[in-house]
């Protein structure tokens, strides 16, 4: 079915580790978004991206890290977990412009111990 | 810079009550604005949007018109349902000359409904 997936939809790590969080689409949308989900914050923007090898920095970039070989998918590194990178990710992706909507995944929640 | 604020939460509604979420902003230009439901164990969805100034938004009940003059887009429904329970978030999108559509959110409220 086309959509947007994320993997895993739980993770559980360490302080110091290093783990890439997974985003794929199936639309060819353009454009792809990271953001992440922290009680009384709502959704901050981490990175985007408007097509393949284009990135940009969003609100709260420190500590991550993005690629974009293809376009379908989105993966973010945190190369060095700390406690404080404790959330729910989403991911999502648009046509671009700004009238129109972004299509969100389920969310992968993280924890960091 | 553009930001969203949305009126705190919980609020608890008994069924069939009338709903308001309340969300003002804060933008240069023009922005596009949208409210985005979010269910339990989901990802967010779009509920509605509005692109323009006296644009009103509606889906499954639910509306909102863009209020330029109040900078407000505030969400409403006649009658509420159990199923209607969920986090619902106010978010603009800044017509920047990139235009990437990129979101800025309010901080959500949730809303629960008992039977």
């Known amino acids: 079915d086309a959509g947007i997936t994320q993997s895993p939809r739980y993770k559980i790590t360490e302080t110091g580790r290093q783990v890439t969080l997974m985003c794929h689409q199936t639309w060819s949308h353009s454009y792809m978004f990271w953001y992440r989900q922290d009680l009384g914050h709502g959704l901050r923007l981490i990175y985007y991206?408007?097509?393949?090898?284009?990135?940009d920095k969003g609100e709260v970039p420190d500590g991550y890290v993005v690629s974009r070989s293809k376009t379908e998918n989105f993966p973010l590194t945190l190369e060095s977990a700390t406690r404080s990178q404790t959330s729910v990710y989403f991911c999502?992706?648009?046509?671009?412009?700004?009238?129109?909507?972004?299509?969100f995944g389920d969310g992968t929640r993280l924890s960091i111990l | 810079g553009n930001s969203v604020t949305q009126m705190e939460g919980p609020v608890t509604l008994s069924e069939e009550a009338f709903l308001t979420i309340n969300c003002t902003y804060t933008?240069?230009?023009?922005?596009?604005l949208f409210w985005y439901v979010q269910y339990p164990g989901e990802g967010l969805q779009l509920l509605l949007k509005a692109t323009k100034a006296d644009d009103k938004g509606s889906n499954k009940g639910f509306e909102a018109t863009y209020r330029k003059e109040t900078t407000s887009f505030h969400l409403e429904k006649g009658s509420v349902q159990v199923s209607d329970s969920a986090v619902y978030f106010c978010a603009l999108s800044d017509q920047g000359s990139s235009n990437t559509g990129k979101l800025i959110f309010g901080q959500g409220t949730t809303l629960q409904v008992k039977p």
């Open positions: 933008a240069t230009g023009y922005p596009s």
């Open positions: 999502a992706s648009s046509v671009g412009g700004s009238n129109q909507p972004q299509h």
């Open positions: 991206s408007a097509a393949a090898d284009i990135t």
